[in-house]
Nanobody, 118 residues
């Protein structure tokens, strides 16, 4: 079992910056089995969407809506989401997730609220 704990959320002004962190903990075998980590988000009335992912090789993917503004990075069992120039439409609950593959993201954080003020 892997536990994911997000931190760093809160209120940020549009055009500012914010960095979300996610720390993974649990058994060594479970943690080392993780091949990909990422962030999803969900806003009221909207579908949950994949924001960004990063693999153990360092390969990254981004949603078109955040490309060029957000940066995902990984350091051992921690993953970060650097949010630059956030927009009000970025307001959502952000979830850290991880797993052995994109199709098997079986660990999830509790969610972290990010509010971008206009």
């Amino acid at each position: 079992q892997v536990q994911l704990v997000e931190s760093g959320g809160g209120l940020v002004q549009a055009g500012g910056s914010l960095r979300l962190s996610c720390a993974a903990s649990g058994s060594i075998s479970a943690i080392t089995a993780i091949n990909i980590m990422g962030w999803y988000r969900q806003a009221p009335g909207r579908q949950r969407e994949l924001v960004a992912t990063i693999s153990v090789s360092g390969s990254t993917t981004y949603a078109n809506s955040v490309k060029g503004r957000f940066t995902i990075s990984r350091d051992n069992a921690k993953v970060y989401l650097q949010m630059d120039s956030p927009k009000p439409e970025d307001t959502a609950v952000y979830y850290c997730t991880s797993g052995s593959s994109l199709a098997d993201m079986n660990y999830w954080g509790k969610g972290l609220l990010v509010t971008v003020a206009s």
